[in-house]
């Protein structure tokens, strides 16, 4: 009884904050975003949808899709996901074998501490499948006041899949979730497009 008094309590006090905050918190995009084979995906959580689509998404490749396996109620101002369970998300990409692919993981979230027998931790853990060849760094956190931080984390992996699973686990709330990604193509392919492109402006030059 005691224990659920005190997440009742937690509960109002994380209400109370979250009502006095809005974000847009795109804070940390990648100088790659927008080349030829990347991707954009954001997410702001405006509605209880359990599956709702991007609010923003640049995917030619597809439409990205998220599932939000919730512990708690959705919170309508600003829009936000208790987690204590999981959001997964599906990410269509480009479709052929390439050396390697990077990811970016924008989170905004703040720690939630409503579970009284703590199994996740009071902060994210990004998971991405396939992981057979991965490699994660994480940029440093921006604190936003008010208990809420914006996070980064950086994926390789090697060589990229067409697709891939973005799992976000954690007794946290999320507010924003942001997703880029670029498949890079060879070295080899690089320099043959740039003397293509060099080879292109002599005969434009010819011509004329």
Known sequence: ????????????????VLCSVVFA???TPPDWRGQDDSTFQ?????TPDLMPPPDLFSNSFG???LRVTPFEQWIPDPGAWPLSGE???????YP?????????????????NLDPDPFLPN??????????????????????????THSLFMVTLWPNPIEEWITIKGDIVVDQLVIDTICIPEPATVIILGIGGV?????????R
Do not use: C
């Open 1 to 16: 009884m005691l224990a659920y008094k005190k997440i009742l309590s937690l509960r109002t006090v994380i209400v109370l």
């Open 25 to 27: 918190d795109d804070l």
């Open 42 to 46: 954001l997410w702001d959580f405006s």
């Open 63 to 65: 439409a990205p899709m």
């Open 87 to 93: 959001i997964d998300v599906y990410i269509p990409n």
């Open 96 to 112: 052929e074998i390439r050396p390697y692919k990077e990811i970016w993981v924008q989170l905004t979230w703040m720690s939630m």
């Open 123 to 148: 902060a994210p853990v990004i998971g991405v499948t396939p992981f057979d060849s991965m490699q994660m760094t994480r940029g440093d956190d921006i604190d936003l006041g008010n208990g809420w």
């Open 199 to 207: 080879l292109a402006l002599k005969r434009k030059k010819s011509a």
